[in-house]
């Protein structure tokens, strides 16, 4: 384990000592990151808010834990809280938020010409056409077709690790 000192808000705060994992041990983790499970974990956490924020997975290195979070718009933990993020994914939420309920995520090719006339959404589309655990084996399927297109920022990942190393010197 490493001591880093964290500043909080401002003077009066003064700084706190922490334990981290060492930067090998970090690095590691990193190094044997599943992108796929990091954005599914991610998506899971968004889906469904409604309000404005993101939702984001990050690596806590004092444990080396995958931990999925939101955070409103416009709000920020205290640095004693945050300090030990590294942020892996964020996907915005509300109205930003990725959209399955489309022709396009959830509809077979065939599907999608029959749908043109649909006066319904897509999801509306594939339970009446199919049911519940269709709509549901399709939405899955969506969410594995996002996380195969992620690919982490391993720039920003070590970005955030040198900085949090920095702490300690």
């Not at 796929?36 to 990050?58: D, I, N, P, R």
Request: net charge negative.
């Amino acid at each position: 384990m490493k001591k880093v000192m964290v500043s909080g808000y401002n003077r009066s705060d003064g700084k706190r000592e922490f334990e981290i994992l060492d930067k090998a041990e970090l690095e590691k983790l990193i190094d044997d990151l599943n992108a796929f499970e990091v954005y599914q974990k991610t998506f899971t956490e968004g889906k469904g808010m409604s309000h404005s924020g993101t939702a984001y997975t990050y690596l806590d290195a004092r444990t080396g834990e995958l931990v999925s979070g939101w955070l409103g718009a416009n709000n920020f933990n205290h640095p004693w809280d945050s300090f030990y993020e590294i942020w892996l994914c964020s996907i915005k939420t509300g109205c930003e938020f990725p959209d399955l309920n489309t022709a396009d995520m959830l509809l077979n090719d065939t599907e999608q010409e029959d749908f043109q006339d649909y006066e319904g959404s897509a999801e509306d589309y594939v339970l009446e056409k199919h049911d519940q655990k269709e709509l549901d084996d399709r939405i899955d399927a969506a969410i594995d077709w996002l996380a195969q297109e992620f690919s982490p920022d391993y720039d920003d990942i070590s970005r955030q690790a040198k900085e949090l190393y920095e702490l300690g010197e």
